[in-house]
């Protein structure tokens, strides 16, 4: 047996680790945590100093008894879990659980999984770090206190099996107002004047600083212009520079990736941590720019080499978040002379984003001449201007951009174009003038990234927070990241040309979003529930200093029990004080009369969702109607006459096989009815205007789809079904979907082969499948005593 024990994570940080360690040393991993709170509203002993009490939940049970039996066995346990608060907790819940002893027990962290690094962290180990473990545990603590105590407030008030969190609370709150901003906003029209002077290669345009607000305005300058000359009024050339950006932190990897390759915030992270565990780049949850002095000079050697010394310089970041470690590094490449690696394409175009942005930190800046040219127009007090920029040299911009979140006005970008050669006093020939009617634009609604980015801004939540927050609220229902579909809008265009003017009337397509992130009704409504009563709990000031307060228990500077006791005092407070007097939030609100039976009509949030009603509920001679909010439609912006068109469906279709085709909303989505079976309607298709031949289309597709996924079934059970899947054939039985083994040809297996394997499965699984599945029975409770908990508090 090995001296050494040395515990990591992940299994795939401990294989990668395993090759750079010799015999003496095993290497097993904890799969993340080993313990958590227990379930019950006992985990946490306000009154005992918050004392907590943990489990080892079912699937950790082998795990934690694999350790036990190592540890018992070797002469020393290294620690290795990673290098942040969570990863400091993981350490001493291994210790805890596993009954180590502190002569037999070491701490070590590093950065990145190389050889060198490892070793490095074997020479210099320390001992757990209680501060760190005590700020995580504040954070978990006051996170479990504010689930537990305001959740049965929302289920009571609100609606039922609703929950809350304090950051997520704080991203929802953040949503929901941009939302209500862009609700609100007016656009407002002014015309935007750009004349093209020269020809051909010689041609440049210039735009007027000045934007006119009304049509006669811009007519009246394009009259002016008609018998105008055109000079050079001035020249202004000036050499310009563009530093590089930062290396990446947690929260700049995951806006990049999301900008430049289309990544959600999770998914950035998923594909960060396995090029970790594998060696391939440095730790990726930190909010540090800083770089190694080892790492400087790797990225100097590799840029001399493959660019010239010209390309290289020498930069030293500073973070400038207070919180921030700067003994941690930036995300890298853990070897910078590494440009892509093996692996899935989605972990190749992460580590290259990662690479460059890494490299061009330290290459010399982007040097540039830009020219500003003022243009006289003889007729008007006004004058036109041109920009135009020409690069001296490119420096890190030979290998790496930085995109931003601005939603530019899709015209051509005059600051970067390149102007012919100019005089002061030159005549210049007018090609033409247009004066387009340009609309201003509401507040841009968040992408995930653009909201990682506001919440780091406000100082909310940390590096290892920030993706599970997004997902969370997404999880919870109270936003959803969609695309929709904008709205037709007209625009004038005054043209002059050949000293005529010409009118248009044009069409544009406004609105449309993609991938943003939307407030639901349920997410509105308890975010209003939640400022109402528990402003502390939405407060973005407030929740960035609660983060703070855990920054000063890592240091050491703040008794953590303290800090919990002062926020949960006047919380729990609150949270009695709402029980007994708040009234119940529906979000209702009323939309006016039905313009024939007279009723009042509203809308509100109900068990299934929102909807609108006709009728009054007290109404016992006559039942009201009522019909569901469309995807896309809030309780806050519905109009009467949307709501009206709501009662519309379901509405008949046509008759197809002598059957009626019905189109109705259900909670799913738009669908056809016919014959007793349902047929999603596609995307972008309005359930209002589908005709006959639509919805026989519809049913056809989808039938044909159902005939070619269907490779065999069996009289035995009609349960069990040989299918076509995405990624291949498969046996589907009841919830199941069981993998058909190598070299078996689906045609030609039998109903006993595909049973033996359900079985199989159905075992591994623990899960009854089929109608003829027994079901299952509640598990006896165990004896209190047997339960592997234990009420902890961390020591220093």
């Known amino acids: 047996m090995a001296k050494n024990l040395l515990i990591v994570e992940s299994p795939a940080k401990a294989k990668t680790i395993e090759g750079y360690l010799g015999k003496d040393f095993t290497v097993k991993s904890s799969y993340g945590h080993i313990r958590d709170l227990v379930k019950s509203e006992d985990a946490i002993d306000i009154p005992n100093n918050f004392a907590q009490k943990y489990e080892v939940p079912a699937d950790k049970k082998q795990v934690v008894s694999e350790l036990k039996k190592l540890a018992k066995e070797a002469e020393m346990v290294w620690l290795a879990s990673d290098e942040d608060r969570e990863g400091e907790a993981i350490s001493w819940h291994l210790f805890e659980t596993l009954g180590l002893k502190e002569n037999k027990t070491k701490r070590i962290v590093f950065h990145e999984i190389t050889k060198p690094a490892i070793m490095r962290a074997i020479e210099n180990p320390r001992t757990i770090d209680y501060n760190l473990v005590n700020a995580q545990q504040a954070r978990r603590v006051l996170d479990r206190l504010v689930g537990f105590e305001l959740s049965p407030v929302l289920w009571k008030k609100v609606k039922p099996s609703l929950s809350a969190g304090r950051v997520q609370s704080v991203a929802v709150r953040l949503i929901v107002d941009r939302e209500r901003e862009v609700n609100k906003f007016t656009a407002e029209a002014a015309f935007r004047v750009v004349a093209i002077f020269g020809k051909g290669r010689e041609a440049f345009k210039a735009e007027l600083p000045e934007r006119f607000t009304e049509q006669a305005e811009a007519e009246k300058f394009l009259n002016d212009c008609v018998e105008a000359a055109f000079t050079i009024k001035s020249l202004d050339t000036r050499p310009t520079k563009r530093s590089p950006a930062a290396p990446f932190t947690t929260s700049t990897l995951q806006q990049e990736a999301s900008r430049k390759l289309g990544f959600s915030v999770s998914r950035t992270m998923s594909v960060a941590q396995k090029l970790y565990e594998s060696g391939k780049i440095t730790y990726m949850r930190t909010d540090s720019v800083n770089l190694s002095d080892t790492a400087l000079n790797a990225a100097q050697e590799e840029i001399t080499s493959a660019y010239g010394d010209k390309y290289h310089q020498y930069r030293k970041y500073k973070t400038k978040s207070a919180s921030a470690q700067e003994a941690h590094e930036a995300i890298r490449p853990t070897y910078f002379g590494v440009h892509t690696v093996d692996g899935e394409n989605a972990e190749k175009r992460l580590y290259e984003l990662i690479w460059k942005r890494a490299i061009a930190s330290q290459m010399s800046e982007a040097q540039f001449e830009k020219t500003t040219a003022k243009i006289d127009i003889s007729t008007r007090k006004e004058d036109l201007v041109a920009n135009g920029e020409v690069m001296k040299f490119d420096g890190f911009l030979k290998v790496y951009l930085e995109s931003n979140d601005e939603e530019e006005e899709n015209t051509q970008d005059e600051n970067n174009a390149i102007l012919p050669p100019l005089n002061k006093g030159q005549l210049l020939a007018l090609q033409e003038i247009t004066a387009t009617e340009r609309y201003s634009r509401p507040p841009a609604r968040y992408t995930e990234a653009s909201l990682v980015k506001k919440l780091e801004e406000l100082g909310i939540g940390r590096p290892s927070t920030y993706a599970p927050t997004i997902s969370t609220v997404q999880n919870r229902g109270y936003v959803v990241k969609e695309e929709r579909e904008g709205k037709t809008r007209n ?61 000063e228990i890592a240091q050491g500077l703040t008794e953590w029990t303290k800090m919990i006791r002062t926020f949960y005092t006047p919380f729990h407070e609150g949270v009695q004080i709402t029980l007994e007097t708040a009234d119940k939030a529906r979000g209702e609100r009323d939309l006016g009369v039905h313009p024939e039976s007279g009723k009042k009509m509203s809308v509100r949030i109900g068990r299934y969702g929102p909807f609108v009603q006709v009728g009054d509920s007290d109404n016992e001679q006559e039942k009201p109607q009522y019909a569901s909010l469309r995807t896309g439609q809030m309780i806050e912006t519905i109009t009467l006459e949307d709501a009206l068109e709501l009662f519309k469906l379901p509405k008949k279709a046509g008759v197809y096989e002598d059957k009626d085709m019905t189109v109705a909303i259900g909670k799913f989505g738009p669908y056809i009815r016919h014959n007793s079976s349902f047929y999603s309607l596609p995307k972008g298709l309005d359930p209002m205007t589908v005709t006959e031949q639509q919805a026989i289309e519809i049913i056809e597709e989808k039938r044909k789809k159902d005939a070619e996924k269907l490779i065999k079934a069996f009289d035995e059970d009609p349960e069990m079904k040989l299918l076509n899947g995405r990624w291949g054939p498969y046996i589907g039985y009841g919830k199941l979907n069981i993998k058909i083994p190598k070299g078996k040809e689906p045609l030609e297996l039998t109903f006993e082969e595909c049973k033996a394997l359900a079985d199989a499965m159905e075992k591994d699984t623990k899960k009854p499948v089929g109608k003829k599945a027994a079901p299952s029975k509640p598990a006896a409770k165990k004896p209190a005593a047997k339960k592997s908990t234990a009420k902890t508090t961390a020591k220093k």
Request: charge should be neutral.
């Open 491 to 551: 625009y004038r265009v005054l043209t002059l040309k050949d000293k005529l003017i010409k009118h248009e009337q044009k069409t544009e397509n406004t609105g449309a979003e993609k991938n943003k992130l939307f407030p639901t009704d349920i997410g509105a409504v308890v975010n209003d529930f939640l400022v109402q009563h528990f402003k502390g709990i939405v407060d973005f000031h407030f929740t960035a200093n609660v983060e703070k307060q855990f920054d």
